[in-house]
């Protein structure tokens, strides 16, 4: 599975360091080319030697042990990386790496490398829970740092709780789950399907010069519109307001209203195999819609809102064999209403977006969002590009529909 990698690992000082060893062998008896990064506190809890004959390379810890005067060694570690793992992962490395310190080999090869980067942290109860280790861990998150939590249970400290490094054998799994993912993000990967996309949030008329509409710009559902196409799929992408074009090449349709966008989606429904909606739709919209401009008349004036269709709420209930695709947007307690959506509309699929997170929600380039089936959380993206949001939510989807489980 993971023969070709190259996976540089860092140690870090703390008890969990002992895993380290069994870490590395089964990264390496899974086919991985593991270099080995130790700070001189791991070199407290366990040596060089343990990990050079486990690893068969040498082992680094010190910046300026160059032993190869053609290279840099911090940067060609750096470079080679397909993916930094550091575990354990203490709470001092975590700190450095939130405020960008290079003071070892370690925290010098993490701001040099371009690859993506694990953390597996392993500490005490309170320092887990500490606010400072809290917003470090949150800050690398925002960052695209993978983190594998603890796990609970009784620690070298003497304490019960959170703070146990996860085991080797869940690492490797995580790691093996990560390359699995991003090989099959491949272009064809939705060869053959059709893909409906709804984006940008609806309007409902309330005369001929007013109307109710929200802050969606289409961003999100044009990505995965883009992502489909590019992984194969014959795309169909229906979109109300949006704040520019939708993607060149894509076959598109503008709608206004929820009522308009869900006539759009039911033409495509029974031939679709994916349906995802992104868009925002109107709750309500006004009882009336006055065919003449409404006149300024007392000091208040009330509109009356009535309930629109809830178009992922019908598609749920006729779904056959398509595969579907909820968002939710919310602002405060994101994970029991995704939930509660997904279960509600009969999703196979919710992503829920905290749309006051910085980074997250309308209108910006990036978003911040948990996927979940069923049974939970599948994966929590932090900050990314929309585009990159895109590709990963489709590559989960395409490994269901083609029947590659979880
Ligand atoms: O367009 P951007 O600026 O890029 O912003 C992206 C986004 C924030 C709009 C997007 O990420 C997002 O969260 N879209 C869903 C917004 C929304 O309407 O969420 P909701 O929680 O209100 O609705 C839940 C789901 O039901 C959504 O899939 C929605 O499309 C659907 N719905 C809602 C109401 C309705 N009447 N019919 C529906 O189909």
């Known amino acids: 599975m993971l023969s070709g990698k190259t996976i540089v690992l860092g140690v870090t000082g703390g008890i969990a360091a002992y895993k380290a ?32 004959s486990l690893s068969k390379n040498a082992v680094f810890s010190d910046t300026f042990d160059e032993r190869d005067p053609s290279v840099v060694s911090h940067i060609r570690m750096a470079d080679a990386a397909d993916l930094v793992l550091i575990a354990p992962a203490t709470a001092n490395v975590i700190a450095k790496m939130a405020h960008g310190l290079a003071d070892d080999m370690l925290t010098t090869t993490l701001l040099a490398t371009m690859a993506p980067v694990m953390v597996a942290p392993a500490m005490n109860v309170h320092m887990y829970g500490h606010p400072a280790v809290m917003e470090n861990m949150k800050t690398l998150e925002q960052r695209g740092v993978m983190m594998i939590e603890p796990g609970e249970g009784l620690l070298a400290c003497g304490y019960v709780g959170k703070g146990r490094m996860e085991e080797p054998e869940s690492i490797v799994a995580v790691v093996e789950r990560y390359f699995d993912e991003e090989k099959k993000a491949e272009p064809g990967l939705l060869h053959g399907k059709k893909v409906v996309v709804t984006s940008g949030g609806t309007i409902e008329r309330i005369d001929p010069v007013r109307y109710i509409t929200n802050d969606s710009s289409g961003k999100m559902g044009f990505a995965i519109a883009k992502a489909a196409r590019e992984m194969g799929a014959s795309v169909h992408l229906i979109h109300g307001h949006t704040d520019t074009a939708p993607p060149a090449g894509i076959d598109a349709e503008a709608v206004q209203s929820a009522d308009d966008m869900y006539q759009a989606v039911l033409k495509h429904w029974h031939d679709s195999d994916m349906v995802i909606k992104a868009a925002a739709v109107a709750d309500y919209r006004p009882a009336e819609t006055a065919s003449s401009k409404i006149k300024k008349m007392g000091d208040t004036m009330t509109l009356e809102l009535i309930k629109t269709v809830d178009i992922l709420e019908q598609l749920g209930k006729s779904k056959t064999n398509q595969f579907l695709i909820g968002f939710a947007a919310e602002t405060h307690n994101v994970e029991v209403y995704a939930k509660d959506k997904l279960v509600r509309k009969n999703c196979d699929l919710i992503v829920a977006n905290d749309v006051t997170a910085e980074g997250a929600g309308f209108r910006s380039d990036t978003n911040v969002v948990q996927v979940y089936d069923a049974d939970g959380l599948v994966e929590q993206m932090p900050v990314m590009s929309k585009d990159e949001i895109a590709r990963r939510l489709l590559t989960i989807a395409a490994a269901r529909m083609n029947g590659a489980g979880n």
């Open 21 to 52: 060893a069994t870490l590395c062998s089964k990264l390496v008896q899974k086919g991985a080319n593991v270099h080995v990064i130790m700070t001189s506190s791991a070199k407290q809890f366990i040596t060089e030697l343990t990990l050079q």
